[in-house]
């Protein structure tokens, strides 16, 4: 497990500091009587979304083959003019999808990637769940991380690397440490798989999928030093591809749904 350095992200050209206080919270609980417990009763209620955001990269919602910067509220990192790119060679569904290879205008560990549409500023009391189908081509070459923002509140949610060795880490506080956390789980070479993250700030917890499968579980507050929602999605990595891989991210969709928490008690 290696740990993190301090980075600093680029957001439509201007610099975001990810590398902020990153503090422990104690979420406040109502206080026990001597003969009463407190309960929490949560609902998520079907259709009840407060904001969301999904696309397909498809002609048809407004994309076009080549830099994605600028194409239908996008962003990408300034220092590159290329990457990533609109493409059509390997789609999930549909006929295009957004596509990752090396920039050779950077050297090798340069950070480069996309920030999707920024859904403005959102509450924390959300249930925050993001699915996105990604094909990496090869292990032993670049990392690539995704990375969910909430830059109304001045920082990230929650981080997720696909490691060039083909693990999967999470960032995450262990033993006192902010450091990518291995969750023993390796992504499938040269196919696509899904990843889901849902981050549920009534519970501050956050659940990681694999395909379906549950493969991590980590509190909500690592990076914000309380729960907070997705505004938006970071894709990147660090621009050490061999010559031939790739990394292809379809069908990306951002869902903050609305939860209802009442607390009661009981005699």
Request: hydrophobic share 35%.
């Amino acid at each position: 497990m290696d740990k993190i350095p301090p980075i600093v992200l680029l957001m439509a050209g201007v610099q975001l500091g990810l590398n902020t206080l990153i503090s422990a919270h104690a979420a406040a609980l109502p206080e026990q009587g001597a003969h009463k417990d407190f309960y929490q009763q949560e609902t998520r209620q079907a259709g009840q979304t407060f904001s969301s955001f999904g696309t397909g990269f498809e002609m048809s919602q407004g994309y076009s083959t080549g830099w994605i910067s600028g194409q239908s509220g996008w962003s990408s990192f300034t220092n590159s003019s290329s990457q990533p790119y609109v493409a059509n060679n390997n789609p999930f569904s549909g006929a295009q999808h957004l596509r990752m290879t090396n920039d050779p205008a950077n050297p090798p560990g340069t950070l480069i990637g996309a920030f999707s549409p920024n859904l403005g500023s959102l509450p924390k009391n959300l249930f925050c769940r993001v699915s996105l189908q990604i094909s990496l081509s090869t292990t032993g070459g670049a990392s690539y991380d995704v990375v969910a923002n909430a830059p109304s509140h001045g920082t990230g949610s929650w981080r997720v690397k696909f490691h060039e060795s083909g693990s999967i880490q999470v960032y995450n506080r262990v033993d006192g440490l902010n450091i990518y956390d291995d969750t023993g789980a390796f992504w499938p070479v040269g196919s696509y798989f899904n990843l889901t993250v849902e981050a549920n700030n009534s519970l501050n917890q956050i659940d990681y999928f694999l395909n379906g499968d549950l493969i991590y579980v980590s509190p909500a507050d690592v990076l914000a030093g309380s729960p907070v929602c997705v505004e938006q999605l970071l894709l990147a990595n660090d621009n050490r591809q061999t010559s031939s891989e790739s990394a292809d991210f379809d069908d990306v969709q951002i869902e903050n749904d609305l939860i209802f928490t009442n607390a009661f008690e009981q005699e």
